[in-house]
């Protein structure tokens, strides 16, 4: 059996191009924009910036006789479109899953990979591509000679005298005359030192990431070649059995659901003492725990199956594909529960977060049924991913922050009842519905945002759009509050605001 590090010397390229001086330069050039952009905050910059960092990488590969592929079109367009949620919308932790996922959808368009070790291996490459990157840019240039070194040179030495003369001709009449220091005061260019050394991160960051994917773009490694030992063959009943029982016990469930769906539900609440409310409220973590836990079961059974014969096939294939149906009911049923607990205390962000990832395991079920059925599954892999990273992006641009603070509003003016905890540390995104709350629970739930937006107001360039939106409205209704954390407007809505509200 090979051992790991035979595996891993597998991956290596069976070609790389070497670095040019244009891939330095390029490099250079994507630092200096990212410490330029970066530095005032996240918005449109992050997009300007993977764009070239994303031209960059395209001409490396082109410059290695690389062709470009359609799933290689569909993961570059998906990551640029998730660069974009933090110009759009203003909530962090959505805009920070969708740069990793941006990170990693840059990573698998260029490493390629077709199957579950190439796709998944793929994915986090691009955390250590930067230094292989910076080693491979400096093992090529170290013997190169610069082109135009006889152009180059001279003007470099002409500017660096300039730049002495000017420097001390400039002090000297400054000195002699207060007109002439205005002047150059207003011509020269004014450096804040507190500044950089965070821009001297954000250059070496731009410029250190820009390498490592022209590193990758050279020559990937083809993750698709680390093969992994199949798993031992079971006995079909050693194999079976658990299968079996583990299907009867999700079938135990489903019926029970649909008792309860279709209105018998009374023998079997009776024992319970729960209304039908409060039963359809309880237990959605334990199903989402046991949806999450059901994919594990049929990634291992899988392995595991027996496949000698075509009646082994059949045997893996229906029961697997059983428990996957079986699982659907379990996230449809889970999906209920939390419909019904948001519809009593509102929504948050956590519950729409798991909201979300929920339905995506429903999703992946549903491929993973499609999978069963077809003769070839090779697709399986890349539209997993495919289909989660477009669940990162829509839940990114629709703006989670935004819904949450539509649902607990349409509730408020539904029955007059919001949980103010709920809403007072969303993002910008939530601004205009917040609005449209009466005074006070208005200026206790936008107090706090109100004062993150007053506390920094960078460039167009470093904001996002939903900021830009949410302190017009705030500027238009002012908030009739003055307390720093709202205390008062909030005293007045009947919440306590505290350490441990």
Request: with cysteine.
């Amino acid at each position: 059996m090979p051992s790991h590090g035979d595996r891993l010397r597998r991956t290596e390229p069976d070609h790389r191009a070497a670095p040019t001086p244009r891939v330095l330069l390029a490099a250079l050039a994507t630092g200096l924009l990212t410490a330029w952009l970066l530095y005032d905050g996240v918005g449109a910059n992050l997009l300007i910036c993977g764009a070239a960092t994303a031209v960059g990488a395209g001409v490396v590969a082109r410059g290695a006789g690389r062709r470009i592929r359609p799933w290689t079109v569909v993961w570059s367009l998906l990551a640029l479109a998730l660069l974009a949620v933090p110009a759009l919308r203003d909530a962090g932790p959505a805009a920070l899953l969708a740069v990793a996922g941006a990170l990693g959808l840059a990573s698998l368009a260029l490493h390629g990979g077709r199957r579950w070790a190439g796709v998944l291996l793929a994915l986090p490459a691009a955390v250590w591509q930067p230094v292989p990157g910076v080693a491979w840019a400096w093992s090529g240039l170290r013997g190169r000679g610069l082109p135009g070194r006889a152009r180059i040179v001279p003007v470099l030495k002409a500017l660096a005298v300039a730049a002495v003369l000017l420097t001390v001709f400039g002090l000297l009449f400054a000195s002699a005359d207060v007109g002439m220091a205005d002047l150059l005061s207003d011509l020269s260019p004014s450096v804040d030192f507190g500044q950089l050394p965070l821009r001297t991160l954000l250059f070496l960051v731009g410029a250190v990431t820009a390498l490592g994917f022209a590193h990758t773009a050279a020559g990937p490694r083809r993750w698709d070649r680390m093969t992994a030992a199949p798993g031992r063959e079971r006995r079909r009943l050693e194999w079976a059995l658990p299968l079996v029982g583990l299907d009867l016990l999700f079938g135990a469930f489903a019926v029970i659901q649909a008792v309860v769906v279709l209105g018998g539900a009374d023998a079997v609440l009776r024992d319970t003492g729960m209304s039908r409310s409060e039963y359809a409220r309880q237990g959605f973590w334990q199903l989402s725990a046991i949806t999450a836990l059901t994919l594990v079961v049929v990634a291992v059974a899988k392995r595991w199956a027996p496949r000698t014969t075509p009646g082994d096939r059949r045997v893996a294939r229906v029961l697997l594909g059983l428990l996957c149906l079986l699982a659907l009911v379990v996230v449809a049923s889970a999906l209920g529960r939390m419909w019904f607990y948001v519809d009593a205390s509102g929504l948050t962000r956590l519950r729409l977060w798991v909201l979300v990832v929920e339905s995506w395991l429903g999703v992946v079920f549903l491929l993973l049924i499609t999978a069963g059925l077809t003769r070839r599954a090779d697709w399986l892999p890349r539209v997993v991913v495919l289909s989660g990273m477009l669940t990162v992006a829509v839940y990114g641009l629709m703006g989670p922050d935004s819904i949450v603070a539509e649902q607990n509003v349409d509730r408020f003016e539904r029955s007059q009842q919001i949980d103010l905890r709920n809403v007072r540390e969303l993002s910008a995104d939530a601004v205009p519905a917040l609005d449209r709350l009466p005074e006070p629970q208005r200026t206790c739930a936008l107090q706090l945002i109100r004062t993150d937006l007053a506390g920094h107001s960078p460039g167009w360039y470093a904001t996002s759009r939903s900021a830009e939106q949410a302190r017009g409205i705030l500027a238009a209704r002012p908030l009739s509050d003055g307390d720093s954390d709202g205390a008062t407007a909030c005293a007045w809505a009947g919440l306590r605001v505290g350490p441990n509200p």
